[in-house]
T-cell receptor, first 114, second 110 residues
Framework: DTGVSQNPRHKITKRGQNVTFRCDPI?????LYWYRQTLGQGPEFLTY????????KSRLLSDRFSAERPKGSFSTLEIQRTEQGDSAMYLC????????????FGPGTRLTVL | GQNIDQPTEMTATEGAIVQINCTYQ??????LFWYQQHAGEAPTFLSY????GLEEKGRFSSFLSRSKGYSYLLLKELQMKDSASYLC???????????FGKGTSLLVTP
């Protein structure tokens, strides 16, 4: 049973460039979440998918951010026109079941915007 | 909205017992999670409490008091590998997203 995987693990980009991250959830999990974490803080929720439907978005998710989950399997998170404030660890998690259920996190993608 | 409060840092000695507290305010309660996160790694699930009382899992136990808005994580027989950040989290009012506290950084010393 493989866990949640994320690619790339590290990304360095220049301000103004676009970046895209990929998350592959645990195969039988129909829920997928994106979080952002900065140093010394807990993860902050960005968005949530149930299968292919994006059901919830945080106000943190500005219009420069877009997430997709075509076919309800892997997901991508794109950040357009990156800013230095976007530098963070981007974590993906997946879960299954009804109501609040245990989320399993991937190793994250560390983004550095120069 | 929700508010979660945890101590920022704690230090304990190898072999000892440590209690990490979490207090919270929320308009609706759907349980409370504890996660462990080693530096540079993903958070890993430790426990989920939805009813009052103590739940024990090996060296780790978690306690919940819904009336007091209070939980704690109890770590026994501390090992050096327990040095990590411990995150308290509540499901959001929608029941899906997790709202995390800032985490408690635990340092275990020899």
């Amino acid at each position: 049973d493989t866990g949640v995987s994320q690619n790339p693990r590290h990304k360095i980009t220049k301000r103004g460039q676009n970046v895209t991250f990929r998350c592959d959830p645990i195969s039988e999990h129909n829920r997928l979440y994106w979080y952002r974490q900065t140093l010394g803080q807990g993860p902050e929720f960005l968005t949530y998918f149930q299968n292919e439907a994006q059901l919830e978005k945080s106000r943190l998710l500005s219009d420069r951010f877009s997430a997709e989950r075509p076919k309800g399997s892997f997901s991508t998170l794109e950040i357009q026109r990156t800013e230095q404030g976007d530098s963070a660890m981007y974590l993906c998690a997946s879960s299954q079941g009804q109501g609040p259920d245990t989320q399993y996190f991937g190793p994250g993608t560390r983004l550095t915007v120069l | 909205g929700q508010n979660i409060d945890q101590p920022t840092e704690m230090t304990a000695t190898e072999g000892a017992i440590v209690q990490i507290n979490c207090t919270y305010q929320t308009s609706g309660f759907n349980g409370l999670f504890w996660y462990q996160q080693h530096a540079g790694e993903a958070p890993t699930f430790l426990s989920y409490n939805v009813l009052d009382g103590l739940e024990e899992k090996g060296r780790f136990s978690s306690f919940l008091s819904r009336s007091k808005g209070y939980s704690y994580l109890l770590l026994k027989e501390l090992q050096m590998k327990d040095s990590a950040s411990y995150l308290c989290a509540l499901p959001s009012n929608s029941g899906y997203a997790l709202n995390f506290g800032k985490g408690t950084s635990l340092l275990v010393t020899p």
